[in-house]
């Protein structure tokens, strides 16, 4: 069955550091997503992405986070500079483009920063 | 904006008891509705869905129903068991738009 894989399953990195997450959706899908999760908390939306661009982002977003598309299988999420309270399990997620369906969502890359 | 509120947890149940986790949610027009749960440790695996008024989704004895007069969807299942423990989490998806989650609901089943 085709999934979502990220990668690294766990980050660690010094606060001010640049991290780059990274997470291949499934094949055929055409909208994008990422999520956090603080530890203990509620899955918070960051951004969306299709045919190439942002389609919309969430006040969280701001210009520390960054995503791309860079080769047609891959879909990163980058940090500029990490603060702490940017530790959090960071989500990929992907859909097809059949309206209402469900997003596919990877196992997560545990961010902490130190 | 959308919303999902979900009951506060956490929800501590015997093996067999029946759960309710309430759902409700605010939105204009009418999106699709999801149960996702997160096993320990884990990511998000869908449960089940609605896409439409009066749908019913139902999975591994899981089930909800999209009310739309009462803005509802709420998780029922008449047996739990132990292994149902996890984290469970109500969602609205608009259809190009990204998942608005509910806080998440801990069901924790004791043998």
């Known amino acids: ?114 | 904006g959308n919303s999902v509120t979900q009951m506060e947890g956490p929800v501590t149940l015997s093996e067999e008891a029946f759960l309710t986790i309430n759902c409700t949610y605010t939105a204009t027009g009418y999106p699709s509705l999801f149960w996702y749960v997160q096993y320990p440790g884990e990511g998000l695996q869908l449960l089940l869905k609605a896409t439409k008024a009066d749908d019913k989704g139902s999975n591994k004895g899981f089930e909800a129903t999209y009310r739309k007069e009462t803005t509802s969807f709420h998780l029922e299942k008449g047996s739990v068991q132990v292994s149902d423990s996890a984290v469970y989490f109500c969602a609205l998806i608009y259809p190009i738009r990204g998942l608005t989650f509910g806080e998440g609901t801990q069901l924790t089943v004791n043998p």
């Open chain 1, 1 to 114: 069955e085709p999934e979502v894989t990220q990668t690294p399953s766990h980050q660690v990195t010094q606060m001010g550091q640049e991290v780059i997450l990274r997470c291949v959706p499934i094949s055929n899908h055409l909208y994008f997503y990422w999520y956090r999760q603080i530890l203990g908390q509620k899955v918070e939306f960051l951004v969306s992405f299709y045919n190439n661009e942002i389609s919309e982002k969430s006040e969280i977003f701001d210009d520390q986070f960054s995503v791309e598309r860079p080769d047609g299988s891959n879909f990163t999420l980058k940090i500029r500079s990490t603060k702490l309270e940017d530790s959090a399990m960071y989500f990929c997620a992907s859909r097809s483009g059949t309206p209402n369906t469900e997003a596919f969502f990877g196992q997560g890359t545990r961010l902490t920063v130190v």
